[in-house]
């Protein structure tokens, strides 16, 4: 079975504070994407890459920034973390186009910036 | 810029009975969607997808419904059961590309 694993599924973290956030896929999928998802916006997407060290900006990328060192691992990062970053953070993988584009999705991490 | 769009937010339902559940898109390049689920606690699971250049699509329980008319997608449930309560997302993409674009969701809740 696809497998995304996301390293916490809760964080609770202090303003101003350096927040990653892991996820590994064991799939060998090129894609992989982080989302946030909150009530009433549904899922936005934050950044996303299509290969290892390469990276492109989503819809809300403002505050954040990622790491893809190694095809099965995408981190997101929250330099310096803001009330307004509490969320719920999704991570996602999907293989290469052709068949079927759904994603896989972790389970989530529920961050609170306090 | 494109949006995927719910009518409802929440959908009660009774058990036994069939759900369904609307989605709206505005992009008429969209060629490719996809309904998720969403329960407490867990990350979205696929349900079923289909093509632009199909107007239906059935699987275990489950019918999607394209309207390329009136850009129109529904996720139909048979049978509707109380481990069906969950959000339901649609999403779609274009022209070939992995980026899907996702709805706000529906909450299903099934009362027994």
């Known amino acids: 079975d696809v497998k995304v694993t996301q390293s916490s599924r809760y964080l609770v973290k202090r303003t101003g504070e350096k927040v990653f956030l892991e996820c590994v896929q064991d799939m060998d999928h090129e894609n992989m994407f982080w989302y946030r998802q909150d009530p009433g916006l549904g899922l936005r997407l934050i950044y996303f890459?299509?290969?290892?060290?390469?990276?492109e900006k989503g819809d809300i990328p403002e505050g954040y920034s990622v790491s893809r060192e190694k095809k099965e691992r995408f981190s997101l990062i929250l330099e310096s973390a803001s009330t307004n970053q509490t969320s719920m953070y999704l991570c996602?993988?999907?293989?290469?186009?052709?068949?079927?584009?759904?994603?896989?999705f972790g389970s989530g991490t529920r961050l609170t910036v306090v | 810029g494109e949006s995927v769009g719910l009518h409802l937010p929440t959908l009660s339902v009774q058990e036994g009975d069939n759900s369904i559940i609307n989605c709206a898109y505005s992009n008429s390049a969209s060629d490719y969607f996809i309904w998720y689920k969403q329960e407490s606690g867990k990350g979205p699971q696929f349900i079923i997808d289909?093509?632009?250049?199909?107007d239906k699509r059935q699987g275990q329980r489950v019918t999607v419904l394209l309207n390329k008319t009136v850009k129109h997608l529904s996720l139909q449930i048979a049978a509707t059961q109380p481990g069906d309560s969950a959000v339901y997302f649609c999403?779609?993409?274009?022209?070939?590309?992995?980026?899907?674009?996702f709805g706000t969701g529906t909450q299903l809740k099934v009362e027994l």
């Open positions: 890459s299509y290969d290892v060290k390469m990276k």
């Open positions: 996602a993988s999907s293989g290469p186009q052709g068949g079927n584009y759904g994603y896989t």
């Open positions: 999403a779609e993409t274009h022209g070939g590309g992995n980026k899907l674009t």
């Open positions: 289909i093509r632009s250049n199909m």
